[in-house]
């Protein structure tokens, strides 16, 4: 009542959030106008039906985001007249469209920042564009997800027999940049170094198969430690 009453908003559709199951799984998809320096995101959301709901209606989602340029810069924009470098888009309804202008250069995409919600997020971004997340998002929940997203393909791609090792040694590159970045604290570097568990790449693959999980994992973690020499023996004097 004490937010609806400063922000003269009205907020009773948030109580969805407790009468409805499920985790809302929402989509991303970008276009880039380079003449109009324009992007137009499209958003979409949905709802898996639970026992005894087969139908869900759409919640309030906040999605905070940002963009980059392809050096891992923060990238400036205008929506609705306002210049921003960081901006929430309250997802609403089923569908819906928001356009983002001034942006000077081919953005990378930076959503659901901090965790600003609780649902899945999948979006349209090249692998390209994960590495520069990785790399240089200043939204650490991101930088860390963007990894773990890029270890676990990684992971699996080398677990069906087609490894990537350029990719591979991308991501050990992004991995220490991201370590050599002052602002980060020692907690996040540590977790920044945890890989995928076995478990959580179990539920990935199908059929599980752990004995196939298991050396893939440990060639990702090698290659990191090879990679990583240098940058690793001062953080543990």
Not at 177 to 206: G, I, Y
Request: aromatic share 6%; with cysteine; glycine share 6%.
């Amino acid at each position: 009542r004490c937010f609806a009453e400063v922000s003269e908003q009205d907020l009773g559709d948030f109580f969805a959030w407790y009468e409805q199951a499920g985790t809302p799984a929402v989509s991303i998809a970008t276009r880039y106008d380079a003449q109009a320096r324009t992007l137009d995101l499209d958003l979409r959301q949905q709802t898996a039906p639970t026992p005894g709901q087969p139908t869900k209606r759409p919640l309030p989602i906040p999605i905070a985001l940002g963009l980059l340029d392809q050096d891992g810069r923060t990238l400036a924009f205008e929506r609705d007249g306002q210049a921003a470098d960081e901006t929430v888009v309250v997802l609403g309804t089923a569908q819906a469209k928001v356009t983002l202008t001034g942006v000077e250069s081919p953005p990378v995409l930076s959503a659901l920042r901090g965790f600003s919600a609780p649902v899945t997020l999948t979006t349209d971004a090249a692998p390209k564009d994960h590495y520069v997340l990785l790399a240089s998002d200043p939204d650490l929940f991101n930088r860390w997800e963007a990894g773990q997203h890029l270890a676990r393909g990684l992971i699996l791609a080398r677990a069906a027999g087609h490894p990537d090792e350029v990719g591979e040694e991308r991501y050990a590159e992004a991995v220490g940049r991201s370590l050599n970045d002052q602002a980060s604290d020692p907690a996040f570097k540590a977790l920044l170094l945890t890989l995928p568990s076995e478990a959580d790449l179990a539920l990935a693959m199908q059929p599980a198969d752990p004995a196939a999980i298991h050396g893939p994992l440990d060639a990702l973690r090698t290659r990191l430690a090879l990679h990583l020499a240098d940058d690793l023996k001062p953080l543990n004097p």
